[in-house]
């Protein structure tokens, strides 16, 4: 068990957050810890690579996703569709925010959290309040997109994805097993 629990941002424009948070999440369950990775805006529908390969292996590792039909290119747009989404992702926060403090489980990922939270569909307050209530041995790991100052100023350790070169650029779409 972990003795002192920090908190981790992976962030920036580049790939590999969500990659990296799965590695650390197997590192954590072969570690003896008990993982949970929540997936803001990856439908549990969307068939994603990382998630297959833990539901096929004994690993004490607990992946859950926001169960709400979400289209980022026209989800935006619609203002009941982003009060639904905001509300549930308040809720889910609470639900995590309470499981930290009991210490449900030793480490903590909310995938994509941060991109939620620089649209406005999550509020720093709801993050915060996890980090502060969280038993002082559970990890914390946020990622996506577009970590505030104030949310760097509360982590750790930050690492940020930079975007060098991507082939998106070329028109190459995501690949399953590689990209998800």
């Known amino acids: 068990m972990l003795e ?12 590999g957050k969500t990659t990296a948070a799965f590695g650390l999440a197997l590192r954590a369950a072969c570690g003896g810890h008990k993982v949970l990775v929540y997936q803001f805006l990856k439908p549990s529908s969307l068939e994603m690579g990382e998630c297959a390969a833990l539901r096929n292996c004994e690993m ?7 169960n709400i039909q979400w289209d980022m290119s026209k989800s935006f747009s619609d203002n009941e569709k982003f009060c639904e989404v905001q509300a549930a992702i308040k809720e889910v926060l609470e639900k995590i925010a309470d ?7 030793d480490c903590i990922i909310l995938d994509e959290i ?15 309040n ?30 940020e994805m930079r ?11 995501a690949r399953k097993g590689i990209e998800y």
């Open 4 to 15: 002192k629990g920090l908190v981790q941002i992976y962030t920036g424009d580049g790939k």
């Open 60 to 66: 004490n590792i607990k992946t859950e996703s926001l």
């Open 99 to 105: 499981a930290a403090e009991k210490r449900v489980y």
């Open 114 to 128: 941060i991109f939620c939270l620089s649209k406005g569909l999550a509020r720093l307050k709801h993050i915060k």
């Open 130 to 159: 996890i980090i502060e209530r969280r038993n002082p041995g559970v990890e914390i790991v946020l990622t996506g997109r577009g970590a505030t100052e104030e949310l760097i100023k509360l982590a750790d350790l930050v690492t």
């Open 163 to 173: 975007k060098i070169k991507h082939p998106f650029d070329k028109g190459i779409g």
